[in-house]
């Protein structure tokens, strides 16, 4: 079946690309958005959708002058679970960059110079006030953890809709959300109910830790309705497709998205933007500030992404994916859903521009197929970085990588995949394990599978979880059922075990 199931609805994906078509220029050097009536979701499944999505509601106010966000937040939000709950508790991730939280900042001390490239410079993300159905509420902010308290107990299938206002102070940093002279981003930025809303056995409500390894952030698929206001000669980019209305020397850029994990967005007055389409009609859009002579190479760079994940997984189920010159602290890009920002550094190695394939593969695996990327990072990272390997490499040569990469981790402590992101002291370690241990897992996988049913199984997984949330338990079961045979043995020994397994030579 592939990604059919999902796809339904393609005759309403091209009257709706139509539309965007109508609506979106080629080229735009810090040019207003043509102003429309009404804000297009870019999903195009709604099938496979869970019975009840969270509404994030969100209006913000952007001041250049003083590096300042204001707004309110609101949050539509039902209980799904069997536990009575008498608090609700939402990630601020903006709060790890305060000068209260600068001595166990998410980086490591290797990223220091890079994320304070401009000199020290802290963010903050205050609440003002909280209300849950227009009754002002209590709150408290420790860390990176909110926790609202409920006036009412809410009841399973009970909802309720929770107000923040806010005040935010974006720092000038080189991380996930940023900014520099040229441009501001914004990710992980709008708080985001925890996925568990449930407490320890003793009523304490025990946040993830925000690691300084990895991808440390699990959200629940939901929908969100954005508006920002900025000054008329700031472009504003976002996860979809905007409308923009202007007045009073201020425009404001509209999003109604359905059914992504998080929504990120980027303001500049300086982008440059440059496009593509791909033939199964997504447009793919680059935001730079930076002159660059390599946008077509960029550009196409991506387009093969999406059409190497589209026949290997699923066709890509939004009609844009944006790709945003940003400054990071790691020489790479970081992904959001149908967003991702790159460092602009990236853009001038040829061998590094190939790795935003693998940030397009993320848009599949953890942005449409969640997973726990705290402790369970091997379920997307392995998946997208074999996969992309497919893309430029003979099966010889991702062989030959392979091996080289065993051979490599062979020389180090034994460690197993299966662990949380808290517990590496380098980026470098973290990496060594969760792409490399695991994308030899994924390839010794393929082999023992037969590339016939490895394929089958990963469509599969795709249909059966996409817009929801997967587990390691069930990706191992799935793979058996695809099989047709037990792999405990299997995934006993790569997953939960320090030891490097022994390869069997005759498929490597």
């Excluded at 990176?144 to 923040?164: C, G, Y």
């Excluded at 680059?286 to 190497?308: D, F, P």
Aim: aromatic fraction near 14%.
């Amino acid at each position: 079946m592939g990604g059919d199931i999902i796809f339904k609805f393609k005759k309403i994906w091209f009257a709706f690309l139509i539309m965007n078509l109508c609506f979106t220029g080629c080229h735009l050097s810090g040019e207003a958005v043509p102003v429309t009536t009404e804000a297009q979701p870019s999903v195009v499944a709604t099938q496979n959708a869970p019975a009840v999505l969270n509404q994030y509601t969100v209006n913000l106010e952007f001041s250049p002058k003083t590096a300042r966000m204001t707004g309110i937040v609101k949050v539509n939000y039902t209980n799904t679970t069997d536990t009575r709950q008498t608090y609700l508790y939402f990630y601020n991730y903006l709060n790890a960059f305060s000068e209260a939280q600068k001595d166990d900042a998410p980086f490591f001390p290797e990223f220091k110079a890079n994320v304070y490239r401009y000199g020290k410079n802290y963010g903050s993300f205050d609440v003002l006030n909280a209300f849950v159905d227009t009754e002002k509420a209590t709150f408290e902010e420790k860390g990176t953890l909110l926790t609202i308290r409920l006036p009412e107990p809410l009841n399973k299938d009970q909802s309720v809709v929770v107000e923040l206002n806010f005040e935010a102070k974006i720092p000038k940093i080189c991380h996930r959300t940023g900014f520099n002279d040229s441009a501001y981003w914004f990710g992980n930025f709008i708080p985001s109910l925890c996925i568990d809303q449930t407490p320890d056995a003793a009523g304490v409500y025990v946040p993830e830790p925000y690691s300084k390894a990895g991808d440390p952030f699990f959200a629940a698929i939901a929908n969100y309705d954005v508006s920002i206001t900025a000054p008329l000669d700031y472009l504003v980019v976002g996860s979809g497709n905007p409308t923009v209305s202007e007045s009073n020397e201020q425009k404001v850029t509209s999003f109604h998205e359905t059914m992504i994990r998080d929504f990120a967005f980027a303001i500049s007055k300086n982008f440059i933007k440059d496009s593509i389409m791909t033939n199964e009609g997504v447009e793919i859009n680059l935001y730079h500030y930076s002159t660059l002579k390599n946008t077509k190479e960029i550009l196409r760079m991506a387009e093969k992404g999406v059409e190497h994940f589209g026949e290997k997984i699923a066709s890509y189920p939004y009609h844009t994916l944006n790709i945003v010159e940003t400054e990071l602290f790691v020489h790479n890009a970081v992904d959001y859903p149908q967003m991702i920002f790159v460092d602009s550094t990236f853009f001038h190695d040829e061998d590094i521009i190939k790795g935003i394939t693998n940030k397009i593969g993320h848009q599949w695996f953890y942005n449409i197929i969640g997973s726990d990327q705290i402790h369970s990072a091997w379920l997307d990272e392995s998946i997208t970085s074999l996969l992309r390997q497919d893309i430029f490499y003979s099966k010889q040569t991702v062989r030959k990588l392979l091996r080289d990469d065993y051979d490599m981790l062979a020389k180090l402590p034994p460690s197993k995949i299966d662990t949380s992101t808290d517990t590496y002291n380098s980026w470098e370690a973290y990496y060594n394990i969760q792409y490399k241990k695991a994308r030899i897992m994924l390839y010794c996988l393929r082999e023992t599978m037969g590339e016939t049913k490895f394929n089958k199984f990963l469509k599969e997984y795709y249909e059966m979880y996409a817009f929801k949330e997967a587990t390691k338990e069930d990706f191992i079961s799935l793979a058996e059922e695809v099989y047709g045979k037990s792999l405990k043995e299997f995934f006993k020994q790569w997953l939960f075990e320090e030891t490097l397994p022994a390869l069997d030579n005759g498929r490597f």
